[in-house]
Every structure is written in C-alpha cells, then in structure tokens.
C-alpha cells in the first residue's frame, strides 16, 4: 500500500487564479480533500497533493482544468469542483470545458446554466438536434430544469415563438377534491415546479410578464387536447404519470417549426395499479425513429444536495 502511496506537486502562475481555485479559506481544497481522502498543502501558488497515486492523479487533472477554465473566463462555481470530479472518475480523460463551457443560458443574476455531467451534454446535444427528445432519469439528474432553460434561450434568441410546459395533475398519494379552491387553484401545486425553474432563470418579474402575455404558457397535460402546437418549445414534465393515450395525444399535438422534450422517472409512477405509464411505452415503441432521441440519466448525474445521490444509493438497495 506504501509504494501506491505519492505525492505531487502543482505551481499556478496567475495568483488571482489561483485565489478562485483554492476558495475562501481555501474551502474547495477542503472539500476536495473530504470527498477524496487526499490531503492537499497550499503555499502561495503551489500545492501538495498527498494520497493514493490514482486519487491524486484525478485531483491534479482536476485542478489543472478548472484552473484552464477560470483562466478563459469561466465562473468556476463550488458545485463545480463535485461535478468536475465525478466526470473524470467515471472518464479519466474526459475534457470538463467542453461540458462546462457549454452555455445554455445566463440567468438575470448572471449565472451561467450549463451542462455539469456527460450526460447532460448529450442531452442538450439532442435537443438541439433533434425535433422530440426524451430525458429519463432519477430526481435531480436537471433533466427538466435543462429543458426549460434550452427553451428560454430558443424564445429570446427568436427561435420560437411561445414555450408550452406541461404536467399530468396526477394524485400521488392525496386527493385533490381536498385542496381548497378552484380547479386552477388545485392544480396549481403539481406545475409549482416549473414556475420555480423560469422564475430562477427569467426572475419573477419577467417570468410573470411572459405568462401574462401568453408568450409562456403553463398547463394541465389535459388542457393540451384538441390544440396544434407550432412555432413552439413544449415540455411535458413528470411524463411517466402519462397513460398511453395521453402520451399519444401529446405526441401529435406538435406542429411545424416546434420541438418537444419530454421528462420523467419511471421509477416513480404514481399511476393507479395495473395502468401502464406512457413514458414507459414510448421509450419501447418510438426509440427508432429518426428525429427522436432518447437520453438516459443515471444517479450519477444527480446536481442537487449530495444527499440526493446517496437517499437514492439507498433506496435502490431495497
């Protein structure tokens, strides 16, 4: 175990940089090390990496390409140091900016939005080649937040006209006659979701300014029925609470110059018994034809809390 144990040592040349690399207090040195059982000594522009020879050659690659990408003007963000580490455990040789530099979108507060996993590149790769995509996946793989921000940044860059997003106002475990309100009231909680996702990207101001105008539009799966959706960017979200019908009829609203994503887990259907999910049917039914893709997400690429990926480890082992 001895002889697999080394050191290595790295030399920055811009200490602005540098600054950026290590963190307040050097914070993502810290968590480096906590996630990977390395220790790393900082001196000025220098540092130490001490550990098992493949873990320190991961955290070397690492540091040496955020420290590229901060040097090209990217906001290396705290997460990023997480995800970048995930990327290149799963593919040593990966290059993090062809992923981080992959800019969907800036939000009102100037955040970049950009793909963090290998499959979140592909799956925007699909969306903007392909007329329907579907992402399916566990929670907090970004599969709809993804979604929304590729159709804000087609709607203000001109590319279509209006956004569609939709969710099936499936009961999942409560009873919406007991909500209180109208039915716009009640089934307001299942689209919260989407209105926080846009609120996030566009602000509250100008996200509310876009509905009221119809230029966003946020509604029941059912409200779709009988429309012919064109010039448009649809998303159905939650799609694996979709019957067959409902997902068929969603499927031919589309029309010219549109796109559609479609989202969903099918591990968690909230469908009665014995009613099979349309998601789950399309994947076995559509994946052939030309101009759909399907993208698949795994608990890897999970961009939430870093216990969303462990509850999800957990659950998994039941």
């Keep these: 175990m001895q002889n697999n144990f080394v050191h ?81 455990q799963s593919t040593p040789k990966a290059r993090l900016d ?56 087609a709607l203000t860059s001109g ?4 956004i569609i997003l939709a969710r099936p106002a499936v009961e999942a475990g409560e009873k919406l006659g007991f909500l209180p309100g109208d039915l716009a009231q009640k089934v307001n909680p299942y689209l919260r979701p989407l209105h926080d996702a846009l609120n996030d990207l566009l602000g509250p101001d100008k996200a509310m300014d876009l509905l009221q105008q119809d230029i966003i539009e946020i509604a029941p799966l059912a409200f779709m029925r009988g429309r012919t959706l064109s010039n448009a960017f649809i998303i159905l979200d939650e ?28 591990t968690q259907v909230d469908l009665p018994v014995k009613t099979h999910s349309g998601l789950v049917q399309a994947r076995k039914i559509l994946s052939n034809i030309e101009g ?17 990926q462990e509850i999800i480890n957990a659950y998994e082992k039941q």
């Design 8 to 88: 290595q040592e790295l030399t920055f040349a811009d200490n602005k940089h540098v600054q950026a690399l290590y963190g307040d207090l050097n914070k993502h040195l810290q968590a480096l090390e906590k996630s990977t059982g390395v220790t790393i000594s900082a001196r000025g522009t220098s540092l130490r990496i001490g550990g098992p020879a493949h873990d320190v050659e991961l955290i070397v690659a690492l540091l040496n390409q955020l420290y590229e990408l901060i040097g090209r003007g990217y906001p290396v963000y705290s997460s990023d140091f997480a995800f970048g580490l995930r990327v290149l």
């Design 98 to 153: 062809r992923i981080f530099l992959d800019k969907v979108y800036v939000t009102t507060q100037n955040r970049v939005v950009s793909p963090k996993t290998n499959n979140q590149k592909n799956y925007i790769d699909a969306i903007r080649g392909n007329d329907i995509v579907f992402g399916i996946g566990p929670a907090g793989t970004g599969k709809t937040y993804l979604a929304v921000a590729m159709a804000v940044s």
């Design 159 to 162: 590319q279509v006209r209006s």
């Design 239 to 266: 799609a694996q609470n979709t019957t067959r019908e409902q997902m068929k009829m969603f499927l031919t609203r589309i029309g010219f110059d549109s796109r559609a994503v479609i989202t969903g887990d099918t």
């Design 292 to 308: 759909i893709k399907f993208c698949s997400f795994s608990k890897a690429d999970v961009v939430r809390h870093h216990l969303v």
